[in-house]
Structures are given as C-alpha cells and as structure tokens.
C-alpha cells in the first residue's frame, strides 16, 4: 500500500510540479470563441483547476485528467465581470429609527458614522440575492453595507450564491461614503455631513497619532480609549484604503472632490452619473470612477418615432433639451474614456435584470464593445487594486468566466454558465 | 537698485491682486449715454461706463471705445450698481438648518450651494448680482455664510465671492427657543437660554482655543528640537470651536436673526463682555426702538422693510424703522429673505422714501453700497467708482419708479441677464425623465426659507405640532 501511494506520488510529480493541486481534476472548456479583457478575440480552450486557470490557448494540451465540456465552436467565453461596488446582500437601512433625547449627539451608530463594520459580518444571503448578478456574467463584487454617511469598510467577494459570505477575496479594500442623512439626528443636512466628515478626519488624525506616541512611551501619555469609528480611518489618513464615494451629480461629485483635496485621501468615484461634468478636474487628478450603468429611459415621445403630433414651441424646445440631456446620460461612460479618466463598473444599487440591456443601450450610444469589456473586467480590477489575480483570462489568473450562447451585444443575450472561483454554475 | 526692487514689488503685488481675484471668466462692455446712479459720486446724465475683463475702468462722458469691445446704447436708461441682498436662502441644496444642534459653527454654505437653482437666474433679472447666502435661523450659532456672485451657468465653486470676509448666522428668540427647547426640550427654551447658549459656547470656544494652542505649541517644540521638548498628546481640531473661536477673535463676523429690543441689547451686551465688534443685525423689527445703543455699539442693521406681525415676536414694527435708523446714523440696509421678493428688491427701497423720506440717493445705498459694507465686500461692489467690479444693472426708468423694468445686469462685466434674449425655459437642466407638465416644487414659501424643512414641527399658531404638515411663517 505504501509502496503504490509512493508510485502514485512521484508520477504526480513527474507530471506536474503543482503536487498538491493535482489533486484537484483540471476542467475544460474546448473549442470556445474568448474574449479577452481588452477584446482581443481568441478560439481555443481553457483549463482550469480549483479557482485557477492553469492555461489558455488553441495550442495547449488538455490534462488527461480533465472534465471536458465541448464548446463546439460556437460558444462565446468572456473574463468573468467584476462590480466594483454594489450593495447585494446588504440588510435594507432600518425604517423606524429611535428617537433620541439630545439629536446633536446622538452616538455614531444611530448618526450612520459606522465605518467599522464589515459586509462579511453583516450580509443577508438566505434567498440567494447575488444569483441576478452572476447570471449576468459578474463571478465577483466589492461589497459594501447600505446605511446612511459611514456604512461601513468595502470587501471584495467571489459570488457564490448563498455561499457569498464566506468567500471574502479581499478585506480592508476601502471605507463606503455617500451623502446620506440619518433622519432625526446630526448631521441632517448635506452641510453637515460635510461637516462632519472633516470633524472624523481631525478626531482620527490625533487618535492616531496619541496611539503612535503611547506605543512609543506608555508611561508618559494617557491610555488611548478604544474607538473604532476612528481606527477604521487611519488605513485612510495613510493612504493604504481608499474612500468610495458614492456620488451622481456634478454638484456631489466635486463635494467629494474638495473634501479630497483638503484631507489628501485617495479617492473612488462610485456611479457618478454626471461625472462627464466634471471629466477634467477627475483626469487630471487621477481619480477614478466606478461607473453606475443605471441610465435614464428614454421620455416617451423619443420611443415614438412616428408620432406626427402638434406640440407648442415650448413643448418642442423642452424635447429638444430633454433629448440633449438623455444623450448625455448615456454617453457619460463613453465621455469618461474620451476624457481619459479610467472607468470600471459599480451596479450601486441597480437592478440586475437592466444590466445587458443597458450595456446594450449604451453600445447603440458608442461605447465600444472594447470599452465595455475592459471596464467589466481590467479596469475595475485595477480599481479594486485587485488586478494582479482579476479582470482577465490568463493561466495563473482566478477561474472566473462566463460562457455564452451567442456574443453579449446580441439580442435577448445571456450567460449560459458562470466559473466563479472555479466553481461551475449552469444556468 | 531700489527702482528695480520697486518694480519688481509691483510685478509681485499686481499678480497677487490678479491671483486673488482668480474668477476667469469676466467681460468688456461700454455703456453709452445713461443716467449713471453711481451710490457714492452723485447721479450723472449723458455718462459712460466703460468695464474691461470685469472691471470698471472708466465713467465719462463721451468715452473711446477700445476695439473689440461690445457697445451697450443705454439712451434713457439708468444705469446702477448690481444690487446685492444680505440675507438671502437662495440657491442652497438639500438643508438650510444643520438643527439638530443649537450650535452649528461647523457647517457652511459654501459646501452646499446649488448653481443650478433657477432662482438665481430670476434674482439676476432683478438686478441682483451679489448675496449673502445664510444658514437658516433653527440655531442659536448657525453656520457659516455664502458671500456669493450670481455667475449664473458657473459651477458653484465660481459663485464665490473671492476675498470676502467670512460671516455667520446667529438666531435669537422665537425660532430657536421653538426648535430646541419646545421641540426637543433642550437649551434653549427660553430667550434666557439663547444667551447662555452664546455665553457658554464662547466660553469653551476660549478654552479650546487656549489648549489648542498650547499643543500647536508644544508640538512645534517637539518638531524643532526632538531630543530635548517631549511630543504634547494631540487636541484634536474642533471645527465648530475653531470657527467660533474666530468669531471672538474677529476674524469671522456676526450676522444675527433678530427682532426684539430686548434681545437686541442681550445681544450687544454679550458680545461687549466678550469683544466681539463688526456685527449686523437682520430682520430687526424693532430696530427702531433701540437706535442709540446700535450706534453707541457701532452695530449695523439689514432690516425688512414691512414684513411683520406674522408671530409675536414680531408685531412691533413699523416701515420708518430703516429709515429712522439710517437717518441717525445706524449703516443700515434692506434684504430680501426670499426668493420672490429678492426680484424686486427695488421696490423695497423705494419704500424707504415713502416711509421716512429718504432721498433717492440714500434709499439705493439701502440695497448696494450699505450691505457691501456690512459684508465687508464694499472695496470692490455696491457703487459705480473706477477700479471696481463690473456688476451692474441698467434699467429702462430711475430704478425707485414702479414702472422700472431692469434691461441688463452684468458680473464682472459678463452679461447674465438680457431682457430682449429671455427664453421660456432658462433651468440650466432638464430632467430626461421628467414630462413636459412636471413643473417641480415652483412656489411655496418653505423653499429656500429660514426654516425650511422645519415647518411639519409647528401648526398654524406656530405651536409645536409634529403631526401637521401646515405653514408657519419662515422668519
């Protein structure tokens, strides 16, 4: 018995040096059309085993041990997408909030100032939310809480299904902003929150600094208080985590610009659909954007080509406005990248049955076909500071892909399985 | 050798004076054959005004015009300074009162300024170019003040006055006593606890200055000389004490809702104690009534001009009251507190005649040169001299007559109202999802309101009443 478990041993190594993942059987998908991450269009195979692709190519051997699946030469194969921020699987904002005796300091849970807490700790997956997303070709997604000012730090998750919260890819990614007011308490107004955000940057920056001189002399300083609200900054004030700001019109967007520019954090752009407005500033300080694809329907009388109706000057110079504005809406990401500002993706709180279509919509618009899989895919990876394992198909990269029917900007697409972690999922 | 450093030091102080005026977008215009009201040299018939990149550089008649120029023919017409309303909720998105507190120092207006409110465009159309643009009045210590120019179409950030002096909102009597104490049983709930409510928070304004200043101190110390001065454990910055701390130190200056006699002088009193000068008081109904101590204080007034009776603290007033404060000295202006009334502002001083009899010329200085100078802005708007900024309005009759239209108005010599190019529909926006019929929130007294988005807290007696949506008047 020894002896065969030897044999058996040593001809794992002889095949391959990967002792132990050899234990795991390679999977393969053969004859399939790829896309790459920057379009770049491939036919050939891909193996992967566990949640990595051991190779990708038309020259490759498939290992003897592999399960196949024949594409055919027909079956479209995708980099699995990425949401670089979305809020699947977060417990909905409690409704009734408790009155509090005195407002103006009503303690920083019940101020929605909680960027302490981490999704992982909190997400609610017992009717399977992210199965949407996954069935849209997304095998991953930065996570954070839903709340008000300060919900809580960004994790990035491997989506897998109920399963989702035990499968953190990455914690410590950054903290979640927006300017959301918890009702009935300070802040309770935009001024405030902006405000307030300052007030916890100085409240930090001296946390962290007492604790630096404590660890330096116990005897000479008082002990610091435990205060995670603020340790959760201090990652920030270094620079090691960014802020994701979630923000949509130009007004909001340059707001968190000047809170960036006077704390000097690193800063995220999440949904900004008006960021077009303000592509400059964002280019020229590098500052990225997680871009929402939740774009406006259009106005009823744009869907009605044929209407030959009597409308007053008024009305026609609203229409001509309206459509102006509605073509600017859904050209925001195609503005960005022309402004070279770099773009990834964030659903933010968009449903999941209008991604393809609008991805669609916003291909008619012209985004390139490129654009979108690249801002699926690379960029939000980069993003995330998550690219060295993410956004691409490559031997050595995490197995997350997708395979289709018929190419993502035809008609009715969709996935018809997901890898995700190397976990095969068939719709 | 000194000529040369002279020079140079001209060359230096010259690009700081361009620097601090950054504002890029400015205009050229040359005005020709108006009635020239220029606030502060008299009234001039047949006169020019020449404004270059934002400027005025002439006032004359038969002036050269530079080539490139645009000419204005303004035969018949009166030509004045851009009118600029002290006290304005204009253009404020989402939340006039931080009112959770009755301190909120920590707030600004310069955070939360929409440029795309509509409103501005209609201020402009009134002649309005320059505003103070205030917290609401739910606390004791409000927060910090907008001075703004109307550069409508401009990004908020370019509404900005450059330079101004930085101004607060305090708020005496009925609204926060109501607030706080009525609302939420909290100091104050009364107009005793409004002064305790200033007293104790310049108290520990002064105590946090001190510390903070001794670890500023201590800490510079320590970076100096490492070895011998120990590192001081840090005092966090307080923004809220910063800013009131600047306040007693005069760098940040008062602008207090008011309208009793008696917590006009509690006021003064207080801010005597703790030195605190340059102040302005707003609404000040009763401002009639305590006319020697205003000008013993050197305290200055923006009042309404017949806006009263609509709560109790409010009955006694009377429309000579800004007349009767400016003829005895109190620098005194008019201001609008709303969004109707600031496109007639106007009209507003032509009561001033009416009620007191001011002269025409003392009656305008109500509406420019009086509240640039109590918002500390007067060096550069609020009168037609050379040097100073091209804000301007040109109106088809003397601008104090009923039958005035305003034409034109101009910031920094860029024209932002033209009465013969005003199209329906000036939002700077449009919604792709709204219909045609959606008109949106256009009227209403709770927009753009001292309290604005507090008035579900009172019924229509002003008593507290969490239940009823109904009006109580915003002042």
């Known amino acids: ?427 | 050798m000194l000529k040369l450093v002279f020079k140079i030091g001209m060359l230096i102080s010259i690009f700081l004076a361009l620097s601090i005026s950054a504002f890029a977008n400015t205009g050229s215009v040359h005005i020709k054959n108006a009635t020239v009201l220029t606030i502060t040299q008299g009234d001039l018939e047949n006169t020019d005004v020449l404004i270059i990149d934002g400027k005025i550089t002439q006032i004359g008649q038969n002036l050269q015009t530079p080539r490139g120029v645009d000419i204005l023919d303004a035969e018949g017409m009166y030509v004045m300074p851009g009118i600029i309303d002290s006290h304005s909720h204009l253009a404020i998105t989402r939340g006039v009162n931080e009112w959770m507190n009755p301190v909120s120092a920590e707030v600004t207006m310069k955070d939360v300024l929409n440029p795309n409110d509509v409103g501005i465009y209609r201020a402009l159309a009134g002649g309005v170019t320059s505003a103070q643009i205030k917290h609401g009045s739910a606390n004791v210590i409000g927060g910090r003040s907008a001075t703004v120019k109307f550069r409508f179409g401009e990004s908020a950030a370019d509404f900005i006055f450059e330079g101004a002096p930085q101004l607060i909102k305090f708020a005496l009597g009925e609204n926060p006593t109501r607030v706080h104490g009525q609302g939420r049983g909290i100091q104050p709930r009364t107009r005793m606890g409004v002064e305790q409510v200033v007293r104790e928070t310049f108290d520990a304004a002064l105590d946090y200055r001190a510390r903070r200043n001794a670890y500023l101190e201590a800490k510079e110390l320590h970076d100096r000389r490492p070895r011998r001065n120990p590192a001081p454990q840090p005092v966090p910055k307080n923004l809220r004490l910063e800013v009131v701390a600047d306040i007693l130190e005069g760098k940040v200056l008062v602008q207090s809702h008011c309208y009793r006699a008696d917590e006009i002088l509690m006021l003064m009193r207080v801010f005597n104690d703790y030195g605190v000068e340059n102040y302005t008081f707003h609404h000040i109904t009763e401002g009639y009534k305590v006319i020697p101590e205003l000008v013993a204080n050197n305290a200055a007034a923006s009042s309404f001009m017949d806006w009263w009776a609509f709560k109790f603290e409010a009955y006694f007033a009377t429309s000579y009251s800004p007349a009767m404060m400016f003829q005895q000295g109190v620098l005194t202006s008019l201001h609008s507190d709303s969004p109707a009334l600031i496109r007639h502002m106007n009209h507003e001083a032509a009561k001033a005649v009416k009620y007191g009899g001011l002269t025409k010329n003392e009656a305008l200085k109500l509406i420019t040169i009086n509240p640039a100078i109590q918002m500390g802005i007067s060096d550069r708007v609020g009168s037609l001299e050379v040097g100073k900024d091209g804000d301007i309005s040109i109106w088809s009759a003397h601008p104090l007559s009923i039958y005035a239209v305003n034409q034109y108005t101009f910031v920094d010599g860029v024209q932002r109202f033209n009465i013969n190019e005003d199209p329906d529909d000036m939002r700077l926006q449009v919604d792709p999802e709204f219909d045609f019929t959606y008109r949106g929130n256009i009227t209403g007294r709770e927009h753009d309101a001292c309290l604005e988005n507090l008035f579900y807290l009172f019924d229509s007696t002003g008593q507290i009443h969490s239940h009823s949506h109904s009006h109580s008047h915003s002042h």
């Open chain 1, 1 to 427: 018995m020894i002896r065969k478990l030897l044999f058996i041993g040593i001809a794992l190594f002889v095949f391959d040096s990967t002792v132990f993942a050899q234990a795991i059987p390679a999977r393969a998908y053969t004859n399939v059309i790829i896309t790459h991450h920057d379009g770049e269009t491939e036919r050939g195979h891909i193996v992967w085993r566990g949640n990595k692709i051991e190779a990708v190519g038309s020259g490759i051997t498939i290992p003897f041990d592999a399960k196949v699946i024949d594409g055919g030469d027909s079956l479209y194969v995708y980099p699995g997408f990425i949401d670089g921020l979305s809020h699947i699987g977060s417990p909905d904002v409690p409704s009734n909030l408790p009155r509090v005796d005195n407002p103006g300091k009503p303690g920083n849970e019940r101020a929605g100032i909680q960027p302490q807490r981490k999704p992982s700790d909190h997400l609610e997956d017992s009717n399977n939310p992210y199965e949407g997303w996954k069935k849209s070709g997304f095998s991953s997604s930065a996570i954070a809480l839903k709340g008000f000012m300060l919900p809580g730090q960004v994790e990035f998750f491997s989506l897998q299904g109920s399963n989702t919260i035990n499968h953190v890819i990455s914690s410590n990614v950054g903290i979640f902003s927006q300017f959301e007011i918890s009702q009935g308490v300070y802040p309770s107004t935009l001024m405030g929150i902006m405000a307030q955000f300052r007030q916890l940057w100085y409240d930090a920056q001296a946390h962290k600094e007492h604790k630096r001189l404590y660890a330096s002399n116990a005897q000479m300083y008082e002990i610091p208080e435990h205060k995670p609200v603020l340790d959760a900054f201090i990652p920030v004030i270094r620079r090691e985590q960014p802020v994701f700001f979630l923000v949509d019109t130009k007004e909001d967007i340059e707001r968190a610009v000047k809170l960036f520019e006077e704390l000097n954090f690193k800063l995220i752009i999440v949904s900004g659909k008006e960021a077009w407005r303000t592509a400059d500033v964002l280019q020229s300080k590098n500052i990225p954007v997680l871009a929402s694809f939740d774009i406006p329907g259009k106005p009823d009388w744009m869907k009605d080509e044929e209407a030959d109706e009597e409308i007053s000057e008024e009305e026609q110079n609203f229409r001509e406005r309206q459509e102006l504005a509605w073509n600017q809406a859904t050209t925001n990401v195609f503005n960005l990248l022309q402004s070279g500002v770099t773009v990834g993706f964030a659903s933010a709180g968009m449903s999941a049955g209008d991604f393809i279509d609008n991805v669609q919509l916003m291909h008619e618009q012209g985004l390139s076909k490129n654009q979108i899989l690249r801002i699926l895919t690379e960029n939000t990876a980069t993003v995330l500071n998550q690219s060295s394992n993410y956004g691409r198909i490559g031997a050595g990269y995490a197995a997350n892909f997708s395979v289709w029917a018929k190419s993502i900007l035809e008609e009715d697409s969709s996935p018809m399985a997901l890898i995700s972690n190397g976990i095969l999922n068939e719709f």
